[in-house]
Nanobody, 124 residues
């Protein structure tokens, strides 16, 4: 079992930056593919980005490509999402998730464990 806790959300103006963190409990963090999802107000949860166990492979949604960077520090059991050039449409609750799959999944069902989420609000 992996417990995930996100932090780093907040209110930022359009064009600004935020860095989200997700800290995992337990000694097996490095064995999981890790991902970020988000749920905008009134909408379904959507894939944002994911990273392989070693950090060597990543995947991004088209809407964030070139603006967001996912990374992980396995020694610290922590996943990051650096978000630059934020837009009002990035406003959402952001969730980190852990997957035991062998591939980098882009749908919620590919992920086994979830954090509670952190709010990101981008003002125009």
């Amino acid at each position: 079992q992996v417990q995930l806790v996100e932090s780093g959300g907040g209110l930022v103006q359009a064009g600004g930056s935020l860095r989200l963190s997700c800290t995992a409990s337990g000694p097996t963090f490095s064995t999981y593919i890790m991902g970020w999802f988000r749920q905008p107000p009134g909408k379904e949860r959507e894939f944002v980005s994911a990273v392989s166990q070693s950090g060597g492979s990543t995947n991004y949604a088209d809407s964030v490509k070139g603006r967001f960077t996912i990374s992980r520090d396995n020694a610290k059991n922590t996943l990051y999402l650096q978000m630059n050039s934020l837009k009002p449409e990035d406003t959402a609750v952001y969730f980190c998730a852990a997957s035991a799959k062998w591939y980098i999944g882009v749908v919620s069902n590919d992920y086994n464990y979830w954090g509670q989420g952190t709010q990101v609000t981008v003002s125009s």
